[in-house]
C-alpha cells in the first residue's frame, strides 16, 4: 500500500547551509560503499528470488495459504544468508478476503439494471446490499460535499485527481470512504484514473478494522459512461450486492537480527522492513516485491561481507500492511510490552521503492546534513547515483506506524514508471514489470545508507515524545488525515 504523494517521485529541497561532520574515524565510508556496490552488481539475489517467489507461490494474501508460504520463503532466505537469529513473529487478527460483488446501474424508477464489472476493496462488510441514488463528487474531496445532500445515497469518487487545480492535494481511499461515512453515504464507487479497463482494490479501512458500507472500484471508462448517463438521465439508481470473508487469522512477521558490535551504541536499533504482502488480484511483483525482496537482499549482502554495525539492525519482513498496517503494529505492541520500543532509534521502509536515487529526511530537517554527507560519499565512488534529497513524511505504509510512536522513519526516493504505476494494486502487477538493473540499485544503494547509519557516531533525528508527535504532525498537514482514518490520539485541541 502506498499514497503516490509522498514520495515515489524524489523531490529536491534546499538543504541547510550547515554541514554536518561525523566523528574522527567515521567520515569516509567510501571503502565500505566499493565493497557493496561490487557485492550487488555481481551477486545480487533479489531480482531472481522475487522472480521465483512469483512464479513459486503467486499473490501473498495475509492469512491465505500463499501468505504462509511467502513467509517461510523469506523465512528460509534470511537463514540461507547466515542469520542464525532468524525468526518468525506470530501475531493474530481479523483478516478479509473477497468473495463476490455485483454492481448494477439503473434509471429511476425502472428495473432495467445495468451490470458493471466491479472488484471489492477490502475490509468493506462480510455481507451488503443496498440501493441508492447516485451523486457523483467528483474527486471526492472535503471541499466536494459542500452543498450536496449525501445522506442515504451512494457517492461516487475518483481514486486519484482527475481536473483538479495545480497543488490539490489528494486523500487516500480510505479516508475518502471515511468522508462518505461521515456524510451518511450507504455506499462508495470508486472510479479507478488509469486507462484501460484497469480494476483497482487496496484497503477502504486503515484501522484495520471493517467499515460499516460496501466502498467498490470500476474502471475509468466505466466511471466515464456512467457520469454521461447521469447527465442524460439524473437521479440514477445503483445496488451493489457483496459477500466477503471476515474471520481471526494467524500472520507472521520474518524478523532476522544483526547484533550492534559497539558496548556504547548497541542497544540502539535500526529497522529496516518493507510489506510481504499483497493483493490477491496479482502476483504483488511492485507492491511489495521491489521493496521486501531488496530488504532480504541488503541482509544477504551485508552477510556476504562480512559487515558489521555498531547499532544494532532488525531487517523485517511485515505481513498484513495492505490491511492495515496489521504487521508493523503487531510489531510496536510487542515491543512496548517487553520494553524494547524505546531502544529502535530509526526505521527505513521500502514500500514499491524502486531504482534508489537518493533519500527522504522523513520531514526531520535534523536528518539533511547526515543524509547529504552520505549520499556525497556514494556519488564520489558511483557517478550513476543522483543523489536527490527530500523531506517529506508518508503514511499509509509502514513507516507511519513508527511515525506514531515518535520514531524517525523514511523511505529511499526512487521512481517508478507511469506504466507501472497503473498496475497499482490491480490485476496487472506482475513480474514483468519489475526492472533487473533498477531493483539492484535500490539494494546498493540503500545497504550504503544502512550501513552508515548503523555505524554513525550519532543519529541526529531523537524520538519525539508524546506532544512533539503531535506538532510534528501538524507541521506536515497530516492531522486531517490522521483524524479521518481515525488514528488521531491527541484529542481536539
Known amino acids: 500500500m502506498r499514497k503516490f504523494s509522498l514520495g515515489i517521485l524524489a523531490l529536491s529541497v534546499t538543504l541547510f547551509t550547515s554541514s554536518f561532520t561525523p566523528a574522527q574515524g567515521e567520515e569516509d565510508w567510501k571503502d565500505v560503499f566499493k565493497k557493496i556496490k561490487e557485492e550487488v552488481e555481481l551477486h545480487s539475489k533479489a531480482y531472481s528470488s522475487l522472480g521465483d517467489a512469483c512464479k513459486t507461490i503467486g499473490h501473498r494474501l495475509t492469512g491465505s495459504e ?48 445495468r451490470e458493471v464489472p466491479v472488484v471489492s476493496l477490502a475490509m468493506t462488510p462480510v455481507d451488503a446490499n443496498i440501493q441508492g441514488t447516485i451523486v457523483d463528487l467528483g474527486n471526492g474531496l472535503d471541499t466536494d460535499y459542500v452543498g450536496k445532500d449525501i445522506k442515504g445515497k451512494v457517492v461516487l469518487a475518483n481514486i486519484g485527481l482527475l481536473d483538479a487545480p495545480s497543488g490539490t492535494k489528494n486523500l487516500h481511499r480510505s479516508e475518502k470512504t471515511a468522508l462518505a461515512i461521515q456524510h451518511g453515504a450507504i455506499g462508495v464507487i470508486f472510479v479507478n484514473t488509469v486507462k484501460g479497463q484497469v480494476l483497482l482494490t487496496g484497503t477502504a479501512s486503515v484501522t484495520g478494522n471493517l467499515i460499516s458500507i460496501p466502498a467498490v472500484c470500476i474502471s475509468l471508462e466505466n466511471g466515464t459512461e456512467i457520469r454521461n448517463w447521469m447527465k442524460d438521465q439524473p437521479g440514477l439508481l445503483s445496488l451493489i450486492e457483496m459477500h466477503n470473508v471476515s474471520k481471526p487469522i494467524k500472520a507472521r512477521n520474518v524478523v532476522a537480527t544483526l547484533k550492534g558490535t559497539s558496548s556504547k551504541l548497541r542497544n540502539e536499533k535500526i529497522i529496516i522492513g518493507g510489506h510481504l504482502d499483497s493483493w490477491d488480484l496479482a502476483t504483488g511483483a511492485i507492491d511489495n516485491g521491489i521493496g521486501s525482496f531488496s530488504v532480504l537482499d541488503v541482509a544477504r549482502t551485508f552477510k556476504a561481507l562480512g559487515l558489521s554495525s555498531k547499532r544494532t539492525i532488525e531487517f523485517v519482513a511485515f505481513m498484513g500492511e495492505e490491511e492495515g498496517l496489521l504487521g508493523s503494529k503487531a510489531y510496536v505492541e510487542r515491543a512496548k510490552k517487553v520494553g524494547a520500543l524505546d531502544e529502535v532509534v530509526y526505521m527505513i521502509n521500502l514500500d514499491m521503492t524502486n531504482n534508489v536515487n537518493g533519500f527522504n529526511g522523513g520531514g526531520r530537517d535534523e536528518m539533511l546534513p547526515l543524509l547529504k554527507s552520505i549520499g556525497d560519499q556514494i556519488k564520489a565512488i558511483d557517478a550513476d547515483f543522483g543523489n536527490q534529497i527530500a523531506n517529506e513524511p508518508g503514511l499509509h505504509s509502514d513507516n507511519q506506524t513508527f511515525l506514531m510512536e515518535g520514531i524517525p522513519a523514511a523511505d529511499p526516493l526512487g521512481k517508478l514508471t507511469r506504466s507501472v504505476l497503473d498496475c497499482y494494486h490491480a490485476n496487472c502487477d506482475d513480474f514483468s514489470l519489475v526492472n533487473k538493473k533498477e531493483m539492484e540499485n ?39 488525515e490522521l483524524e479521518l482514518g481515525n488514528e488521531w490520539r491527541w484529542g481536539n485541541d
Open 66 to 113: 500463499k501468505g504462509k508460504k511467502a513467509e517461510e520463503y523469506a523465512f528460509r532466505l534470511l537463514k540461507e544468508s547466515g542469520f542464525k537469529d532468524t525468526k518468525f513473529q506470530g501475531f493474530q487478527v481479523e483478516a478479509w478476503a473477497r468473495d463476490t460483488v455485483t454492481l448494477s446501474i439503473a434509471p429511476p424508477k425502472s428495473d432495467d439494471f
Open 442 to 480: 535500490t539494494v546498493k544503494y540503500t545497504a550504503m545508507l544502512l550501513y552508515a547509519l548503523g555505524n554513525a557516531e550519532r543519529i541526529p533525528a531523537k524520538k519525539l515524545d508524546f506532544y512533539s508527535t503531535k506538532q510534528f504532525f501538524i507541521k506536515h498537514n497530516l492531522r486531517h
